[in-house]
């Protein structure tokens, strides 16, 4: 299911970024053997002794089980906010994201008033090739009816994803047809994208919008940076906002596009000399010239970091947007005996410079707050507000300062606006009034909008005070009390989102951004620095 990321409109940002990069990583792809079990120490026999006594000698059985599940997340935890600890039934779910596909049925789908509804079937999947439409009402799954029973996202995803070549049978209840219809389908491997979009801002600057470092990102990434040279780009704009990172390799494979051959990309020092590594761009480039800007901001983690860093501290492209967020931790995934699975940090990465940016973590509390103090503290809204201690000054290939210690500061700072912040919007998107109004919309008019054409429907079409009305009669169904003044002030935050979830629905993902980044502050204010690039960074280029 596709969802907008980190939308300046959402009030309760910091609160998300806090809750949804906690867990956030960076995998060393490479790293895959398993160490020599070293001799066990005196703390490790004292623990052993432990469970071995609650295992034989406590009043109840079958406590075990659940004292070492809690020993070990307890364990972990001590160590730093990125060791996890991650059990047998969670590990496929939780890697899911990462490899870049999945296993089920291939529906992009929404909830709407508890009924599953397909929002879309992914091209090429099998529920495309039974013939699933956009609208129909999926009732029944396996003979197990699950309309109108308080059905959630995870309900969803239990009922039709499985492994590859599985069976599953739906009832569907489509628009116009009298009778439910029968479809048995066979599950199959469903791609996830992780570029959301790339196309051409002018006739010179490409835009190319990653949302997480995957198996299959460079993949993705080279097709669209190919297909935009041959579209004539000559300038790129390369967006990581918001992205929480992945797959090492992936970022460094994407950062060597830019760099030319034995430039370094990254480097990484653990406890032992095995986990030490140096990544050195390669002679496969195929941007390494051109002006090019990088767009972070708080939700930038992991291995968008190693992107920005890598490009920032040789001089190649200006980064621009806020502080990112400060991940620079390497994670080496170990499988247990029970299929569970171990996310052990095993070194801390550093860019070109020397930076570590992984910011300190002594006081877990005070970690997982620390992008709720930043908001408060002024940090998104002021540069000014934002101290580096001097024992932590760099610098780039060509001289300039930068600063390690937690996060990548941009060269050009913008901001968060705030002046479209809307409460009444935030309360209908929770609601999913938004995306069920659009969704409506989309179907109702269908044969209009695609005979109108993306780019007619980009250049003409408005979201007017009467669509606005009928979104607001639609948030009082779902209990969303309507708000006439917040509403009349962010009235452009409403029509520009609208417009581009509607856009979504008939012409894909790849016409949501186009619509949504006219109102994206920090990507306006980078195009017009493309003119104003410093000479230390065109000399390169």
């Given at each position: 299911?596709?969802?907008?990321?980190?939308?300046?409109?959402?009030?309760?940002?910091?609160?998300?970024?806090?809750?949804?990069?906690?867990?956030?990583?960076?995998?060393?792809?490479?790293?895959?053997?398993?160490?020599?079990?070293?001799?066990?120490?005196?703390?490790?026999?004292?623990?052993?002794?432990?469970?071995?006594?609650?295992?034989?000698?406590?009043?109840?059985?079958?406590?075990?089980?659940?004292?070492?599940?809690?020993?070990?997340?307890?364990?972990?935890?001590?160590?730093?906010?990125?060791?996890?600890?991650i059990p047998a039934k969670e590990k496929t779910q939780a890697n899911e994201d990462l490899k870049g596909n999945f296993e089920g049925?291939?529906?992009?789908?929404?909830?709407?008033?508890?009924?599953?509804?397909?929002?879309?079937?992914?091209?090429?999947?099998?529920?495309?090739?039974?013939?699933?439409?956009?609208?129909?009402?999926?009732?029944?799954?396996?003979?197990?009816?699950?309309?109108?029973?308080?059905?959630?996202?995870?309900?969803?995803?239990?009922?039709?994803?499985?492994?590859?070549?599985?069976?599953?049978?739906?009832?569907?209840?489509?628009?116009?047809?009298?009778?439910?219809?029968?479809?048995?389908?066979?599950?199959?491997?469903?791609?996830?994208?992780?570029?959301?979009?790339?196309?051409?801002?002018?006739?010179?600057?490409?835009?190319?919008?990653?949302?997480?470092?995957?198996?299959?990102?460079?993949?993705?990434?080279?097709?669209?940076?190919?297909?935009?040279?041959?579209?004539?780009?000559?300038?790129?704009?390369?967006?990581?906002?918001?992205?929480?990172?992945?797959?090492?390799?992936?970022?460094?494979?994407?950062?060597?596009?830019?760099?030319?051959?034995?430039?370094?990309?990254?480097?990484?020092?653990?406890?032992?000399?095995?986990y030490d590594e140096d990544a050195i761009a390669t002679d496969k480039g195929d941007f390494e010239r051109g002006d090019l800007i990088?767009?972070?901001?708080?939700?930038?983690?992991?291995?968008?970091?190693?992107?920005?860093?890598?490009?920032?501290?040789?001089?190649?492209?200006?980064?621009?947007?806020?502080?990112?967020?400060?991940?620079?931790?390497?994670?080496?995934?170990?499988?247990?005996?029970?299929?569970?699975?171990?996310?052990?940090?095993?070194?801390?990465?550093?860019?070109?410079?020397?930076?570590?940016?992984?910011?300190?973590?002594?006081?877990?509390?005070?970690?997982?707050?620390?992008?709720?103090?930043?908001?408060?503290?002024?940090?998104?809204?002021?540069?000014?507000?934002?101290?580096?201690?001097?024992?932590?000054?760099?610098?780039?290939?060509?001289?300039?300062?930068?600063?390690?210690?937690?996060?990548?500061?941009?060269?050009?700072?913008?901001?968060?606006?705030?002046?479209?912040?809307?409460?009444?919007?935030?309360?209908?998107?929770?609601?999913?009034?938004?995306?069920?109004?659009?969704?409506?919309?989309?179907?109702?008019?269908?044969?209009?909008?695609?005979?109108?054409?993306?780019?007619?429907?980009?250049?003409?079409?408005?979201?007017?005070?009467?669509?606005?009305?009928?979104?607001?009669?639609?948030?009082?169904?779902?209990?969303?009390?309507?708000?006439?003044?917040?509403?009349?002030?962010?009235?452009?935050?409403?029509?520009?989102?609208?417009?581009?979830?509607?856009?979504?629905?008939?012409?894909?993902?790849?016409?949501?951004?186009?619509?949504?980044?006219?109102?994206?502050?920090?990507?306006?204010?980078?195009?017009?620095?493309?003119?104003?690039?410093?000479?230390?960074?065109?000399?390169?280029?």
């Amino acid at each position: 299911m596709d969802e907008p990321k980190n939308t300046k409109y959402q009030i309760s940002l910091p609160l998300i970024l806090c809750i949804g990069l906690a867990g956030g990583l960076l995998i060393g792809a490479n790293l895959n053997s398993r160490s020599a079990r070293k001799s066990d120490s005196a703390e490790i026999e004292k623990l052993r002794e432990v469970l071995s006594l609650v295992q034989n000698e406590y009043v109840d059985k079958g406590k075990t089980d659940v004292v070492v599940e809690d020993a070990i997340d307890h364990i972990l935890g001590k160590l730093d906010p990125h060791s996890a600890y991650i059990p047998a039934k969670e590990k496929t779910q939780a890697n899911e994201d990462l490899k870049g596909n999945f296993e089920g049925i291939g529906i992009e789908f929404n909830i709407f008033h508890d009924t599953l509804v397909v929002v879309a079937a992914i091209s090429g999947g099998p529920s495309a090739a039974v013939g699933l439409r956009p609208g129909d009402k999926i009732v029944n799954v396996n003979g197990k009816s699950i309309a109108n029973v308080k059905l959630t996202t995870s309900d969803v995803q239990k009922y039709l994803k499985g492994p590859k070549g599985t069976e599953v049978k739906i009832e569907v209840v489509r628009r116009h047809q009298k009778s439910p219809i029968n479809f048995t389908i066979i599950r199959d491997r469903i791609p996830q994208t992780s570029v959301d979009a790339s196309y051409m801002i002018d006739r010179e600057i490409g835009y190319i919008k990653v949302s997480r470092f995957s198996q299959t990102t460079y993949e993705e990434f080279k097709k669209a940076l190919d297909e935009l040279k041959k579209e004539g780009m000559k300038k790129l704009v390369l967006d990581l906002q918001g992205n929480p990172g992945g797959y090492m390799d992936q970022a460094i494979s994407v950062a060597d596009e830019f760099l030319p051959k034995g430039e370094k990309i990254v480097f990484t020092k653990g406890q032992e000399a095995k986990y030490d590594e140096d990544a050195i761009a390669t002679d496969k480039g195929d941007f390494e010239r051109g002006d090019l800007i990088v767009l972070v901001n708080e939700g930038s983690a992991s291995a968008s970091e190693i992107v920005s860093g890598a490009l920032q501290d040789n001089d190649r492209a200006l980064i621009v947007g806020r502080r990112s967020y400060g991940k620079g931790l390497v994670q080496r995934p170990f499988d247990l005996n029970d299929g569970s699975e171990v996310r052990l940090t095993i070194s801390r990465y550093y860019t070109p410079s020397g930076r570590s940016i992984q910011k300190p973590y002594g006081d877990m509390d005070a970690y997982d707050k620390d992008i709720v103090k930043r908001y408060k503290h002024g940090e998104f809204f002021h540069a000014d507000s934002i101290h580096f201690n001097d024992s932590l000054k760099y610098h780039t290939l060509n001289g300039r300062t930068v600063y390690g210690g937690g996060g990548i500061m941009p060269d050009y700072f913008v901001p968060l606006d705030t002046a479209n912040s809307s409460r009444y919007f935030n309360d209908l998107f929770a609601a999913n009034a938004v995306r069920e109004f659009a969704f409506n919309y989309a179907e109702e008019n269908k044969s209009t909008l695609e005979k109108m054409g993306f780019e007619k429907y980009r250049e003409k079409f408005q979201v007017d005070d009467a669509l606005l009305f009928k979104l607001e009669k639609l948030g009082q169904k779902e209990g969303v009390k309507p708000q006439p003044k917040d509403l009349a002030r962010n009235k452009a935050v409403f029509q520009v989102y609208l417009k581009a979830e509607i856009a979504r629905r008939i012409w894909g993902n790849q016409s949501f951004y186009p619509i949504f980044n006219q109102d994206n502050e920090v990507l306006q204010q980078a195009v017009k620095l493309f003119d104003h690039i410093p000479e230390l960074n065109r000399s390169k280029m």
